[in-house]
């Protein structure tokens, strides 16, 4: 199993997760992470760092979220590892818990 990154995310991109990643799963993109199934070794350690709460467990995902899973392991092969935390964008808390984020994904 392994952890996935979900829309919550979009916009907000807090990167406390990557600090404590022992394995450099996450990969960042212009206003989104996202983790390497391949890499990602179930540690649990991401899930309680993201302030916006959008990592999860792949088999416990919250509904409608599945096309997460793929998003995840498709954009982790195309962007670069993030390993420092970076300051979030300005208009981080005005984005978080907002729905509907999907189509703001930048690639």
């Known amino acids: 199993m392994t952890f996935v990154v979900v829309e919550n995310c ?8 990557v600090e ?3 394995v450099d799963c996450f990969h960042e993109g ?3 992470l996202v983790i390497d199934p391949e890499e990602c070794i179930d540690c649990t350690l991401c899930e ?11 088999d416990d995902l919250p509904d409608g979220m599945e096309v997460y899973i793929e998003l995840n392991a498709e954009l982790s092969r195309e962007w670069p590892v993030i390993t420092e935390q970076k300051d979030p964008p300005f208009d981080a808390e005005e984005w978080d818990g907002k729905k509907g984020k999907l189509e703001l994904l930048e690639r």
């Open 10 to 17: 979009i916009k907000c991109k807090y990167t406390d997760c």
């Open 30 to 32: 212009p206003n989104f």
């Open 20 to 22: 404590v990643c022992p």
């Open 48 to 58: 309680p760092e993201c302030p916006a709460e959008a990592i999860y467990p792949e």
